[in-house]
């Protein structure tokens, strides 16, 4: 590789990001499962209102899911002290958090739902705000693997919660309508969080004072997780205070951006993983050769599922959802575009929060979000069209993205190799050809899944991504 070996904290990094996104492919697989039957079971009213409760859910938990485990991984990369004492200080001031969270989330939820054009749907915001514990609870868990770099058991988990998650929210919408689906949701994490129960070695330091340093950093990197998940559920706000928490207009739109969301999904882990691995980069040229593997092995990973779904998400959601779905003029492409741009900006935060220097990530995220929603309700008001907000999602995304990265090109002095990345984004992109040959929604859809196939396998005989294995991990 091009890049200097020097002090390299990076082995396995991109060989875990391929093995999780591969284990994400169940996540995948499982959400059309969920999305799929939960829709049809529901109808386009009550799922586009399923679609708002599940946004909210997000908004509440990214506080602890993406901000303790961020936390909590860091203090352990950085060997200030024994990983089994971060952790179990992570595990008691994440115990604290839950708790706080969920009395707060279900209190405030008439008011949120009020706030967020969905005065009908208060109690099913109280039952959501209960995911504070169960995610919370998951995120404690999932600390410990990802602190270690355990690529393995991290995935293990993922695809624990995507068979726990069709199980309970599929069999919860058919046996008790939104309610059922929104229990399901909530209860999902907590039952696939006994897939990484394990042993964690006594801790040998002091745990109250290591949750005192961890305390201050908890806040930012919430509101960071925070920012990073509202990029995803803004505009469904926003198209819910247009269009009625349950227009067929809104259910169409979520049901267009569950296919859309699809590369994040199968990187979530991605900006997460990458804290650890840049933390522990202790100098400038050490920090610097880390950036540019973990970004580029995160473009290089991106680039074709969002280029083959701006070709046929549309085609996609259509064939999967079903006539009642229908929408004119395209949605999925633009929010996959707007997803990929999302996907990036994360793993640009997790630069600095690896650092700790999150200021300028915050800033941006926080303008941008502003920018989003008044796009998205003006765009909505104006021209009545989903169509057109999700073209407003797209090129605010892609807009802060490009902020973001020249700040952090800035700060840091490097971004990414711009040869690999030059050539992931090429075969990415020529993935994307092929579906356009074909006109029928079916087909187009068979032939992005095989573009995606051959992708992968071009991608690995080309060594695009680093396929070192990691350091051994300590069980």
């Known amino acids: 590789m091009a890049d200097d070996d020097t002090q390299d904290t990076t082995h396995g990094f991109a060989r875990g990001m391929l093995l999780l996104a591969l284990a994400n492919v169940a996540y995948v697989v499982t959400a059309y499962v969920v999305t799929t039957v939960t829709a049809r079971v529901l109808g386009p009213g009550d799922f586009g209102a399923f679609g708002v409760v599940m946004a909210w859910i997000t908004v509440l938990t990214a506080l602890l899911v993406k ?13 200030t002290v024994d990983q089994a004492t971060a952790w179990r200080a992570g595990r008691s001031l994440g115990i604290r958090l839950s708790l706080g969270l969920a009395v707060l989330g279900v209190v405030g939820s008439p008011l949120f739902a009020s706030a ?3 005065d009908g749907l208060g109690e099913q915001f109280m039952i959501g705000a209960l995911g504070a514990l169960t995610f919370g609870t998951n995120a404690v868990l999932l600390a410990w693997p990802t602190g270690q770099r355990d ?3 991290q995935a293990i988990a993922q695809v624990a919660y995507a068979v726990a998650r069709v199980a309970l929210v599929v069999g919860g919408a058919i046996a008790f309508g939104l309610e059922g689906a929104v229990v399901g949701y909530v209860v999902a ?10 042993r964690v070695p006594a801790a040998t330091g002091s745990i109250a004072a290591v949750r005192s340093t961890m305390l201050p950093s908890i806040l930012p990197l ?8 509202a990029w995803f559920v803004i505009d469904v706000f926003a198209v819910s205070a247009v269009f009625g928490e349950r227009s067929t207009q809104l259910g169409a739109y979520v049901a267009f951006g569950t296919i859309a969301h699809v590369p994040f999904f199968l990187l979530q882990a991605t900006s997460v993983a990458m ?11 050490a920090r610097r050769s880390a950036i540019r593997r973990t970004m580029t092995d995160t473009i290089v990973l991106v680039a074709a599922p969002v280029f083959v779904l701006m070709s046929a998400g549309d085609a996609a959601a259509r064939a999967v959802f079903g006539a009642e779905f229908r929408v004119d003029g395209l949605v999925a492409a633009p929010l996959a575009l707007a997803t990929g741009a999302v996907t990036i900006l994360a793993a640009l935060v997790a630069v600095d929060a690896a650092i700790g220097r999150l200021r300028a990530a915050l800033v941006v995220n926080g303008f941008g979000l502003v920018v989003l929603a008044l796009v998205c309700l003006r765009l ?3 021209q009545q069209s989903v169509t057109d907000v999700a073209w407003g999602v797209a090129a605010v995304s892609v807009g802060a993205m490009a902020v973001l990265a020249v700040l952090v090109l800035t700060s840091h002095g490097a971004l990414v190799d711009l040869r690999r990345a030059g050539a992931g984004i090429a075969v990415g992109a020529a993935a994307s050809l092929p579906p356009f040959v074909f006109q029928d929604d079916i087909a187009r859809t068979v032939v992005a899944a095989a573009s995606g196939i051959a992708w992968l396998v071009i991608v690995v005989r080309l060594r695009l991504v680093d396929l070192r294995r990691a350091p051994h991990v300590a069980e």
């Open 380 to 382: 909505g008001r104006d």
């Open 116 to 118: 967020f054009g969905a």
């Open 222 to 229: 919430a509101l960071t997780s925070i920012a990073i998940s």
């Open 151 to 153: 690529y393995r058991r």
């Open 189 to 198: 994490p907590l039952v696939s969080s006994l897939s990484i129960l394990s």
């Open 67 to 79: 901000g303790l485990s961020t936390t909590v991984s860091r203090e352990m990369a950085r060997g």
């Open 275 to 285: 804290v650890p691995a840049l933390a522990a980069a202790i100098d400038g040229d």
